[in-house]
Nanobody
Framework: QVQLVESGGGLVQAGDSLRLSCAAS?????MAWFRQAPGKEREFVAA????????YADDSAKGRVTISIDTAKNTVYLQMNNLQPEDTGVYSCAAGTPILSNQHNPEGYYYWGQGIQVTVSS
């Protein structure tokens, strides 16, 4: 059993930056971030393997979002720059062993954090 604890969320203004952290109690091959906006389904943001191989949801996310991992601390980070109101949502950390082509799928992850709120005001 791996426990995940997220931190770093909050209320910011459009254009601001935030860095989310997710500390894991153990190691898994892949860690990822998902976001659930109000009234919407959970969506993939980014994933990273312990090897450092990263994947992003789309080009726009890749330009403003950077995922990184500290394997010594079993901690994954999500740096988000130039935040916009549409980035608002609950961000959840996930850990598991999905294959590369399925890293965007929440069903590929065994462990989830409790989620952390990010609110971007215009």
């Amino acid at each position: 059993q791996v426990q995940l604890v997220e931190s770093g969320g909050g209320l910011v203004q459009a254009g601001d930056s935030l860095r989310l952290s997710c500390a894991a109690s153990g190691s898994t091959r892949t860690m990822a971030w998902f976001r659930q906006a109000p009234g919407k389904e959970r969506e993939f943001v980014a994933a990273i393997r312990r090897s450092g191989h990263s994947q992003y949801a789309d080009d726009s996310a890749k330009g403003r979002v950077t995922i990184s991992i500290d394997t010594a601390k079993n901690t994954v980070y999500l740096q988000m720059n130039n935040l916009q109101p549409e980035d608002t949502g609950v961000y959840s950390c996930a850990a598991g062993t999905p294959i590369l082509s399925n890293q965007h799928n929440p069903e590929g992850y065994y462990y989830w954090g409790q989620g952390i709120q990010v609110t971007v005001s215009s």
